[in-house]
């Protein structure tokens, strides 16, 4: 008899010290709360671009000339950026001595990478690529959707900072 009233007092011992639900809970989103980080340093944010709609600031420039270079170019990185500007095809045109006029009235944003050494990325695996070379490229993308309209080395003597 002894044994089972000892059985008896164990099991309501340990019911009376188990938590119950809601007190479970509580002391759940305590330590939830307790161990959640909170930011000490605001976080700047990340600038997001999205093909199609107007490239309106230098860094949205930058963004979306990335996709026209590493469609033509392998390179080190990191790139150094030597100029990016709005302007108008023809003044791009005159700018990197070109002759085309294909896109006449249109803005775009020039953008234009220095690096030790470039590799241009051929039109299949069955030609041979010209060699690596060290200097600048010019992207031009349309101002209007940011889609990439030319990419090219510059001819020395159109930048100091290339020719170097």
Known sequence: MKKYAFIIATILMLAACT???SQFQTAFAQTQAAWTPTPTVQQEATPTFRFGVPV???SHALIAAQSGLRASFD???PLTVVKVEQMSFEEYSKFVRSSNNRQMGTQVW???F???QWQFIGPGPNVTPP???HGCVSVAINAADGLTL???GLQLGIITECDK
Request: aromatic letters at 14%.
């Open 19 to 21: 938590p119950s639900a």
């Open 56 to 58: 309106e600031s230098e």
């Open 75 to 77: 390179y080190i990185e």
């Open 110 to 112: 020039l953008i234009i």
């Open 114 to 116: 220095f690096d030790d």
């Open 131 to 133: 060699p690596p070379f």
């Open 150 to 152: 030319e990419v090219g």
